[in-house]
T-cell receptor, first 111, second 117 residues
């Protein structure tokens, strides 16, 4: 089983729709969680960190479920500019900086 | 510099050639990572430096891959006797290090796209 698993998609959604992605991780000792966004042929960039209590940043909401070992990303009122690949990122050890990336979920927002 | 700088942006190598990829991290960033990203895949960890110390090289796919960061700033990833399967984007990322804070946010460079013919 991979350390971080995501549905690669693509998810094709109309503008204004709400879309959610899940990501599962295998190591229950994982401590830090992030969502990164990667545009086509560009480098990954941080979208948001994921906190235990859940957190929101504008139209984006991230949730963590430690019992089931998954994190989620919800995007409300999708914009064309949201089209990108969303990478789930997990850090396994608290004292060590290494993070593991999922394959990424591709989102295409259509007019 | 303001961001992570990588060079060259594009490299075409003939099979069997050696290549060197350079990463100039954000000034003052202690942690430096190299990742390999094949088409349609997520970034795969190669190696990690804390200052000049290479603390983890478990992701290097073979002994043809070698990385260094001799003065704790600029890093070079070297690939000897390149093979077609080495074709990928090589991403460098840096982050500040805060003791006991878990993983910090990574800032990536634009990557070096290697094509081996």
């Amino acid at each position: 089983r991979k350390e971080v698993e995501q549905d690669p998609g693509p998810f094709n959604v109309p503008e204004g729709a709400t879309v959610a992605f899940n990501c599962t991780y295998s190591n229950s000792a994982s401590q830090s969680f992030f969502w990164y966004r990667q545009d086509c042929r560009k480098e990954p960039k941080l979208l948001m960190s994921v906190y235990s209590s859940g957190n929101e940043d504008g139209r984006f909401t991230a949730q963590l479920n430690r019992a089931s070992q998954y994190i989620s990303l919800l995007i409300r009122d999708s914009k064309l500019s949201d089209s990108a690949t969303y990478l789930c990122v997990v850090n396994i050890s608290g004292g060590y900086q290494k993070v593991t990336f999922g394959i990424g979920t591709k989102l295409q927002v259509i007019p | 510099g303001a961001g992570v700088s990588q060079s060259p942006r594009y490299k075409v190598a003939k099979r069997g050639q050696d290549v060197a990829l350079r990463c100039d991290p954000i000034s003052g960033h202690v942690s430096l990572f190299w990742y390999q990203q094949a088409l349609g895949q997520g970034p795969e960890f190669l190696t990690y430096f804390q200052n000049e110390a290479q603390l983890d090289k478990s992701g290097l796919p073979s002994d043809r891959f070698f990385a260094e960061r001799p003065e704790g700033s600029v890093s070079t990833l070297k690939i000897q006797r390149t093979q077609q399967e080495d074709s990928a984007v090589y991403l460098c990322a840096s982050s500040p290090y805060v003791q006991g804070a878990g993983a910090n946010v990574l800032t990536f460079g634009a990557g070096s796209r290697l094509t081996v013919l």
